[in-house]
């Protein structure tokens, strides 16, 4: 454009998705997903989308506390200059007042107004962020729960054609996580990868016994297998497990990071950290520090998982996304591509009109 654009219209829904089955975080079963989609409208006919999704068990922040702060951002939001690149957007977002809101909150305004700049200049999000030429996104399969359980999800995964799969541990009952890898890798097969995450559920003793009992075949790495990070290089070198970064990041400042010797990947999930522009940080560092990214999701609706999708592009490592596959309903269609792991390019874009909003109540001011 060859001037400048204002937010002339700004608006809150609420929608509540139902799970296919109740997924355990950090020991509290979730059945349903409850979220907030905002939108930003111009004058000319524009509109971005974005999503405030805070996770019951994970975000610091409350469901209530996310609607408190959208609506106080009404105001502020009215006659907001949109960013014309991303060197403004990074540098508007990066400061006062916007990095004072909690994490959702960040994700959902950053999120609506790089939709709104990308429609503006008839781009894909991630080609706008200056993305390398975009290939379709690979997406790791998500599983949880018994082994009968397990084996139906794992089943249903091959023959949507996943290839990578990631699997949820960290129970008291170290053999039967055992049990579940072992189960998992006989489905899956040697030229598959499986991940595994904890979620900081063991000392370093059960940790270790985990890995020892468990081997190391076919992982590609463990996410937070301890309590206290400050063991992770004690536990990297009794076991040679490839280790992720996950929780101990999420409050963390991406250029002040000390990464522990021998951590090879990390998990940024966008909504949690605190935004796009804090997950590009936390990309930037990874990157020089030869660390392998993850761009994953909290079981946003597909509204987030596009852009989450986006920022997945400049990552060749399978995105967390398979959350998007234990939503019962959804506000948009499913990422992927039916019988493919991948989400296709031409699914990174969507508008308004591609939302049902039959799902969603407008909240008033």
Same mark, same amino acid.
């Given at each position: 454009m060859d001037h400048p654009l204002n &937010? +002339?219209?700004?608006?809150?829904?609420?929608y509540r998705l139902p799970l296919r089955q109740p997924f355990m975080v950090f020991n509290q079963p979730v059945a349903f997903r409850e979220g907030l989609i905002i939108r930003l409208l111009t004058a000319e006919g524009f509109c971005g989308v974005g999503e405030a999704a805070p996770l019951p068990g994970l975000s610091e922040e409350t469901f209530k506390k996310t609607i408190f702060q959208l609506k106080n951002l009404?105001?502020?939001?009215?006659?907001?200059?949109?960013p014309s690149d991303v060197k403004e957007y990074q540098k508007t977002f990066s400061k006062e007042p916007w990095i004072n809101h909690?994490?959702?909150?960040?994700?959902?305004?950053?999120?609506?107004?790089?939709?709104?700049?990308?429609?503006i200049n008839k781009q894909v999000p991630a080609e706008f962020l200056k993305c390398p030429p975009i290939s379709n996104v690979l997406v790791a399969g998500l599983l949880q729960g018994t082994p009968d359980e397990i084996k139906s999800q794992a089943n249903r995964l091959l023959n949507e054609g996943f290839?990578?799969?990631k699997l949820k541990i960290g129970s008291r009952n170290i053999p039967l996580d055992v049990k579940k890898v072992q189960l998992v890798r006989?489905?899956?097969?040697? +030229?598959r990868k499986l991940r595994l995450d904890a979620n900081q559920a063991w000392s370093m003793v059960e940790a270790v016994a985990f890995c020892q009992n468990a081997g190391l075949e076919g992982i590609e790495f463990i996410e937070e297998p301890l309590?206290? +990070?400050s063991g992770l290089e004690q536990f990297i070198c009794q076991t040679g497990c490839p280790v992720a970064l996950d929780e101990s990041i999420q409050k963390q400042d991406p250029e002040k990071f000390i990464f522990p010797d021998g951590v090879k990947f990390i998990v940024v999930k966008p909504t949690i950290v605190g935004g796009i522009v804090k997950t590009f940080q936390w990309i930037a560092r990874a990157l020089k520090e030869k660390k392998g990214?993850?761009?994953?999701? &909290?079981f946003e609706s597909g509204v987030a998982g596009r852009m989450l999708a986006n920022l997945a592009s400049f990552s060749p490592l399978a995105a967390g996304l398979g959350t998007q596959e234990w939503l019962a309903q959804d506000l948009l269609e499913p990422l992927h591509k039916k019988d493919s792991n991948f989400i296709l390019r031409a699914s990174l874009q969507f508008s308004w009109e591609d939302i049902d909003t039959r799902q969603l109540t407008a909240i008033s001011f």
């Open positions: &937010v +002339t219209g700004y608006e809150i829904y609420q009404r105001a502020r939001l009215l006659n907001f200059p949109i909690c994490a959702s909150v960040r994700f959902a305004i950053e999120m609506a107004a790089l939709h709104l700049m990308s429609q290839n990578v799969f006989e489905l899956i097969g040697s +030229t309590k206290e +990070t990214v993850v761009i994953s999701s &909290v």
